[in-house]
């Protein structure tokens, strides 16, 4: 059988596909993302790094990040996502709502496309935020930082070439109502956000 017979059959009869490139691997500093960490929260936020793994029907992601040592996972968890929230206690310092979220999407069915695109239609999902304080649009990225009164959100979509889903990393720090002599978590937004620039992705096939 010659090579031209046989990549006609490969196409006709198999349906070759061209392989989806493995997520690329970033390096996690968390010695430098400690190093963010405001002096007034160095003894309640330390970072680790740490695996967490999001479940669907179509495949599992597993998310490899800096994220804070003694954040508890939640109980209820959306498909392909995990999110992380503080211990709760009356003098914690943060408010309810507190959290970090890493999540995989398609934005429909799980094929290459433009992600700018779509991770720009599926923010708009969460909502107009009261103020936008910082956007970013990179080549395989997109970041924005809002705030209302008493909360802060940070948004980072990324992506790499011929994949066929994005991710997504997103913190919300809100200030306590109950105890106004802690510290204000909204200025710890620093090492979050290298954080979160920092996430290795693992593709679980099912």
Avoid at 12 to 34: E, F, Q, R, Y
């Amino acid at each position: 059988m010659n090579k031209t017979l046989a990549l006609c059959l490969c196409l006709s009869v198999l349906g070759c596909t061209k392989a989806t490139p493995p997520p690329p691997v970033v390096n996690i500093d968390v010695a430098a993302i400690n190093a963010a960490v405001p002096e007034a929260f160095r003894e309640k936020l330390k970072f680790e790094k740490r695996e967490l793994t999001g479940k669907s029907m179509s495949g599992d992601v597993v998310f490899t990040f800096a994220a804070p040592a003694t954040w508890l996972s939640d109980g209820m968890q959306l498909p392909g996502a995990v999110s992380l929230h503080p211990p709760y206690a009356m003098n914690s310092g943060y408010g309810n709502g507190t959290s970090v979220e890493v999540s995989s999407s398609c934005g429909g069915a799980c094929v290459a496309k433009d992600w700018a695109q779509v991770a720009a239609t599926e923010q708009l999902k969460f909502g107009t935020p009261p103020k936008t304080l910082r956007e970013e649009k990179g080549a395989q990225s997109l970041l924005r930082v809002s705030e209302s009164e008493t909360s802060l959100w940070f948004e980072y979509a990324f992506w790499y070439p011929g994949s066929t889903q994005y991710f997504r990393c997103k913190v919300t720090l809100m200030k306590s109502g109950l105890d106004d002599e802690q510290p204000d978590p909204r200025v710890a937004l620093a090492p979050f956000e290298q954080a979160c620039k920092a996430v290795n992705i693992t593709l679980v096939k099912k």
